[in-house]
């Protein structure tokens, strides 16, 4: 069973930051890569980040420099984080944790980061 949950969006100005957290249950995920996406109204998802099982990472060239990616791995539990620094209004969206594993997407319910002045 895997289970995702995010925290940590909220308002903040530009310039600002924020850490988001993903609460990943399920044992299977540590041997998977992890990601972060995002939606802003009226666009498609888009990727931002990635992590691999051995914690190799990549970003969207929009976020290069300004977001860094990591992971903790315990047991059963992982714990995905986003750090997002020097934030723009373009990075208002609502932001989604995301496993794919062999070809199935899991999702988390998102959590909304506002950029606003």
């Known amino acids: 069973q895997v289970q995702l949950v995010e925290s940590g969006g909220g308002l903040v100005q530009p310039g600002g930051s924020l850490r988001l957290s993903c609460a990943a249950s399920?044992?299977?995920?540590?041997?998977?890569?992890m990601n972060w996406y995002r939606q802003a109204p009226g666009k498609q998802r888009e990727l931002v980040a990635v992590?691999?099982?051995?914690?190799?990472?990549?970003?969207a060239d929009s976020v290069k420099g300004r977001f860094t990616i990591s992971r903790d791995n315990d047991n059963a539990k992982i714990t995905v984080s986003l750090q997002m620094n020097s934030l723009k209004p373009e990075d208002t969206a609502v932001y989604y944790c995301?496993?794919?594993?062999?070809?199935?997407?899991?999702w988390g319910q998102g959590t909304q980061v506002t950029v606003s002045s």
């Open positions: 399920g044992s299977i995920l540590s041997r998977f890569a």
């Open positions: 995301n496993a794919r594993i062999y070809s199935v997407d899991y």
């Open positions: 992590i691999t099982s051995g914690g190799s990472t990549n970003y």
